[in-house]
Antibody, heavy 116, light 111 residues
Framework: QVQLQQWGAGLLKPSETLSLTCAVYGGSFSGYYWSWIRQSPGKGLEWIGEINHSGGTNYNPSLKSRVTISLVTPKNRFSLELSSVTAADTAIYYC??????????WGQGTLVTVSS | QSVLTQPPSVSGAPGQTVTISCSGSRSNIGTGYEVHWYQQLPGTVPKLLIYDNTNRPSGVPDRFSGSKSGSSASLAITGLRAEDEADYYCQSYDSSLSVYVFGTGTKVTVL
């Protein structure tokens, strides 16, 4: 049974950097893309980017200048950094596994609030 | 703003059938990219309901079915039940934006 467990700071000030980590338990880490997706009331579900087991990444062009997705030691973990956050980045952030192009396993979600 | 458009809400009585549309364009669904559907119960994480247009993951009841035609896709729920009250989202890939895109979401209400 695949499980994704995520954690990170939930309250940030404008201009700070959002940092989240997702650990994958069960199943194989290789052979999939591991993604970050966010959900806000105003913009719905938004794909942020993804990484594979070799470190290859793809990012949403609208966020690319501020996003870094990386593999984390110990293995089977990956992270999200989003720099220079504003109130518009307030959302629930999810990590998820991409089975080809469908997201079949999701983390529990982390509410990130950006407020001064 | 999403490139996949869904009706904000649909409703039906228990036992009835409801259909949710997902309207795209030639740069996403119309190109042939697969469409997936997710169910999000109140306060929970999205759950994969249909993948690759028509396929159900293990454990998803056959009351849920997906279809695709041209630049649009649809999700049908037959034999509507109270526990089907949730938000439903379609998802695909858009080649002009180079992003995976989600629909605007549809709230299903069981009357």
């Amino acid at each position: 049974q695949v499980q994704l467990q995520q954690w990170g700071a939930g309250l940030l000030k404008p201009s700070e950097t959002l940092s989240l980590t997702c650990a994958v338990y069960g199943g194989s880490f290789s052979g999939y893309y591991w993604s970050w997706i966010r959900q806000s009331p105003g913009k719905g579900l938004e794909w942020i980017g993804e990484i594979n087991h070799s470190g290859g990444t793809n990012y949403n062009p609208s966020l690319k200048s501020r996003v870094t997705i990386s593999l984390v030691t110990p293995k089977n973990r990956f992270s999200l950094e989003l720099s220079s956050v504003t109130a518009a980045d307030t959302a629930i952030y999810y990590c998820a596994r991409a089975h080809v192009t469908a997201y079949d396993y999701w983390g529990q979600g982390t509410l990130v609030t950006v407020s001064s | 703003q999403s490139v996949l458009t869904q009706p904000p809400s649909v409703s039906g009585a228990p036992g009835q059938t409801v259909t949710i549309s997902c309207s795209g364009s030639r740069s996403n669904i119309g190109t042939g990219y697969e469409v997936h559907w997710y169910q999000q119960l109140p306060g929970t994480v999205p759950k994969l309901l249909i993948y690759d247009n028509t396929n159900r993951p293990s454990g998803v009841p056959d009351r849920f079915s997906g279809s695709k035609s041209g630049s649009s896709a649809s999700l049908a729920i037959t034999g509507l039940r109270a526990e089907d009250e949730a938000d439903y989202y379609c998802q695909s890939y858009d080649s002009s934006l180079s992003v995976y895109v989600f629909g605007t979401g549809t709230k299903v209400t069981v009357l």
